[in-house]
Every structure is written in structure tokens, then in C-alpha cells.
T-cell receptor
Framework: GENVEQHPSTLSVQEGDSAVIKCTYS??????FPWYKQELGKGPQLIID?????GEKKDQRIAVTLNKTAKHFSLHITETQPEDSAVYFC???????????FGAGTRLTVKP | DTGVSQDPRHKITKRGQNVTFRCDPI?????LYWYRQTLGQGPEFLTY????????KSRLLSDRFSAERPKGSFSTLEIQRTEQGDSAMYLC?????????????FGDGTRLSIL
């Protein structure tokens, strides 16, 4: 089955700097890659997703890139703010996303 | 609030007891998912419904676990004869049915603690 690896497990940046989180997946049939932000005591919140027919997607300060050949995708957050501090999860799934596999998460800390 | 709603938010029980959790999905979503999340890990898929039909179950879903979605709206997840290892956050998500993958939207979970 699909295996998703995520790194780094922790990331600390200064406010205003950029943050990059990387994930790799094992199954070339995976074609949907969402990113979630999870704050303490809350469920994961979808922040951006990308499908395998595009290589990059951007939404304000957040962007995701996908390299299908290398089977890796990355989350980029620019101009980080303290409110961006949370745990971020990448995930991968195939058609109908019945069995979505998550990475182990990255704890991002943005220092004011 | 039109998001995914889960009840209760917290459940503390003794080992061996049965527990039941409820999930109310986003009203127009016909797909519903249950996940389990342990500390420091990402969510792990347990089971999936399309309308009232349970279409897929993970091997993580032992025979002590049962999920239902009788009318295709809310769902319940029951754990019988709870064990220490069942302590986790149980998350519910829902999605629309469309062409290809649709975004899954999560509730805030039920945190289960087994004494």
C-alpha cells in the first residue's frame, strides 16, 4: 500500500521567513495530495491540495509543488506569522480517496 | 456551524467498557470517513461510507469496532470491550461525491482515554 514520509518533524523559523515541508510517497498511482493544518485540540483543517495533473498551486502565502517523477511534493509558506504555528500533515490518495495516507506531521513554530 | 460535528469531544472510560461516538457530516456530503490519530502521528484510515453503505474497512478495524450510518446521514462508531491501546483521537471526515478525489473535511474529533 501507499507509504507517505514527511520531514522535517519539527521546524522553527523567525516571523517573516519562509517555511518548507517535504513529503515523499511510494505508490505512483496516487493522484491527490492535500495538506492539512492541525492546531491543538482541533481536527485537521484542509489548507491546500494538488492533483497530479498540475505541478504547482498557489493560494496567497501558501504554495504546493508536485514532482510526479520523483514522487515528492512540498508545502511552501512565505512571510510566516505566529498564527501559522501548528502541526502540518501531508497526505496522498488514489482515485476516490477511500484510503488516504498521511505523513507523520511537521510541528512548525514561528517565533515573533 | 455547517462543519463536521463530533460528539462527545472527550470520553474517559474503564478498560472493558463499550463506547459509542457520533459524527454528523456536512449536510450535502454523502461520503463519510473514520480515522484514528495517536499522539505524534498522522490520522490513520479506519472505514468509509458512501451514503449508508460501508464500502471499505482497514485492517486496523478489529472485530471489536463497528461503524454504522443507517440513514446515510450521521454515523456512529462503537468500540466494544475497550483496551488500553484504544486510547486515541477518533476523527470523522466527510466529502462530496464527485469526479475523482474530493477534499475531506474533518471534525474536531473525540478523544478517548482508557483507564
Amino acid at each position: 500500500g501507499e507509504n507517505v514520509e514527511q520531514h522535517p518533524s519539527t521546524l522553527s523559523v523567525q516571523e517573516g521567513d519562509s517555511a518548507v515541508i517535504k513529503c515523499t510517497y511510494s505508490d505512483s498511482a496516487s493522484n491527490y495530495f492535500p495538506w492539512y493544518k492541525q492546531e491543538l485540540g482541533k481536527g485537521p483543517q484542509l489548507i491546500i491540495d494538488i492533483r497530479s495533473n498540475v505541478g504547482e498551486k498557489k493560494d496567497q502565502r501558501i504554495a504546493v509543488t508536485l514532482n510526479k517523477t520523483a514522487k515528492h511534493f512540498s508545502l511552501h509558506i512565505t512571510e510566516t506569522q505566529p498564527e501559522d504555528s501548528a502541526v502540518y500533515f501531508c497526505a496522498a490518495s488514489m482515485n476516490n480517496n477511500n484510503d488516504m495516507r498521511f505523513g507523520a506531521g511537521t510541528r512548525l513554530t514561528v517565533k515573533p | 456551524d455547517t462543519g463536521v460535528s463530533q460528539d462527545p469531544r472527550h470520553k474517559i472510560t474503564k478498560r472493558g467498557q463499550n463506547v459509542t461516538f457520533r459524527c454528523d457530516p456536512i449536510s450535502e456530503h454523502n461520503r463519510l470517513y473514520w480515522y484514528r490519530q495517536t499522539l505524534g502521528q498522522g490520522p490513520e484510515f479506519l472505514t468509509y461510507f458512501q451514503n449508508e453503505a460501508q464500502l471499505e474497512k482497514s485492517r486496523l478495524l478489529s472485530d471489536r469496532f463497528s461503524a454504522e450510518r443507517p440513514k446515510g446521514s450521521f454515523s456512529t462508531l462503537e468500540i466494544q470491550r475497550t483496551e488500553q491501546g484504544d486510547s486515541a483521537m477518533y476523527l470523522c471526515a466527510s466529502s462530496d461525491q464527485g469526479t475523482g478525489n474530493q477534499p475531506q473535511h474533518f471534525g474536531d474529533g473525540t478523544r478517548l482515554s482508557i483507564l
